[in-house]
């Protein structure tokens, strides 16, 4: 019989659109009128930045560009935009962009506002108040991260990935635009499609999995798993963009009031070391993770075959789990997740390391089934071998 603790600060503005509306939107959720966008190179060369910066403008707006962010979002890069921030005296910041942007942006509100480095508030419930204030446009459907209190960055000395766990980092405001993903070329429209249906996975089969995160996890997969083949055949089609853009939101809903879990902990031990980008992290290892994870939560998972179609109600636990461990792997291979072996810095004699780090996450001890570093170590290598 859990506790259940629910908060969702963000407001949500979602549909066919809404981008075009972003001023109007702001008009009464920001005090002030300076407003510090975070985005990526390549999110400003597509001309994403140049519209929403001519929408901020019609509203009376002044903006600022910080175009740095990089893949697995830096700690070194975060300290420069913070400084940049506050130089600027920016009144909100505005993130347009992928997980990693969002990620960005959430460290980037905090050195803003009280300095230091994005490590100085690792861990959960270490940033103190009066953090800027943060509005999310989200370019991908996967990482949810518009609608999450936490923020995964790359300490590039130690090579490893931690996480900045706190309410005051959770946007006030996401504004989710289908739209903006149909020009999202289908390599990444798979890896980021996969880390989506991960979190809604994760969040429904992890330990602190609770009712009202369940429902949002079954939820977003009923949205995500029947359109992600075809928002990678078809960039265009609206309909599949649309359910996987709401879908990803919800499954951000639904882990960050649960945890992920095993499938995370690896993904994120290879992005800190060999800077794989964190939804190809994630959709490598998601089939054996479900695999390991099956026999320990044999009805959670018969579940899941279920209600993305894949079983029948008349089919026993068992099978229905076995069905699910295949598509997982077979989804995998028809949206081309290239293979963990494929990855050319992977090297044998590093698993040892990356076991070490993925049991070191501290989304270990939610995995649904026990596991420990030698348990890491096999999975590692069973990713690696199964070609």
Do not use: W
């Amino acid at each position: 019989m859990k506790t259940v603790n629910f908060n969702l600060p963000t407001k949500i503005q979602a549909g066919n659109g809404v981008f075009s509306e972003t001023g109007a939107y702001l008009q009464g959720t920001v005090k002030g009128k300076r407003i510090f966008i975070v985005t990526d190179p390549g999110i400003e060369q597509v001309g994403f930045v140049a519209k929403l910066e001519q929408i901020l403008k019609i509203e009376g707006f002044e903006t600022k560009v910080f175009n740095q962010v990089k893949p697995n979002p830096k700690d070194a890069d975060c300290i420069v935009g913070g400084k940049a921030a506050l130089d600027f005296r920016a009144d909100a910041i505005l993130a347009i962009g992928g997980g990693s942007v969002i990620d960005s942006a959430k460290a980037i509100a905090i050195i803003s506002s009280h300095g230091g480095s994005p490590q100085d508030y690792a861990g959960r419930d270490n940033v103190p108040d009066g953090v800027a204030p943060l509005i999310v446009i989200p370019t991908t459907a996967g990482t949810g991260a518009e609608v999450t209190r936490s923020s995964v960055i790359t300490d590039t000395n130690r090579k490893i990935k931690f996480t900045i766990k706190a309410v005051q980092i959770a946007p006030i405001l996401a504004i989710v635009d289908p739209e903006l993903t149909y020009k999202l070329p289908p390599h990444l429209t798979a890896s980021t499609g996969m880390d989506a249906l991960v979190h809604a996975i994760e969040a429904y089969t992890c330990k602190l999995s609770n009712p009202i995160a369940d429902g949002l996890a079954l939820q977003a997969m009923k949205h995500i798993y029947p359109y992600l083949r075809r928002a990678v055949k078809n960039g265009e089609d609206q309909e599949a963009r649309y359910n996987m853009m709401i879908g990803s939101t919800v499954a951000g809903m639904a882990f960050s009031h649960a945890d992920v879990a095993s499938v995370h902990c690896m993904a994120e031990a290879i992005g800190g070391l060999y800077d794989t980008p964190h939804g190809v992290a994630n959709s490598m290892f998601l089939p054996y993770i479900v695999e390991y994870n099956a026999e320990a939560e044999i009805e959670k998972h018969a579940t899941i075959a279920r209600t993305i179609g894949i079983a029948k109600d008349s089919d026993p636990d068992q099978a229905a789990a076995n069905l699910l461990v295949k598509e997982m792997k077979k989804l995998a291979e028809d949206i081309s997740i290239p293979p963990f072996m494929s990855l050319s810095e992977v090297k044998e004699e590093d698993f040892d390391y990356l076991a070490e780090s993925a049991y070191n996450n501290g989304s270990t001890p939610s995995n649904a089934r026990e596991i420990n570093k030698e348990n890491y170590l096999q999975l590692f290598q069973k990713a690696y071998l199964d070609n």
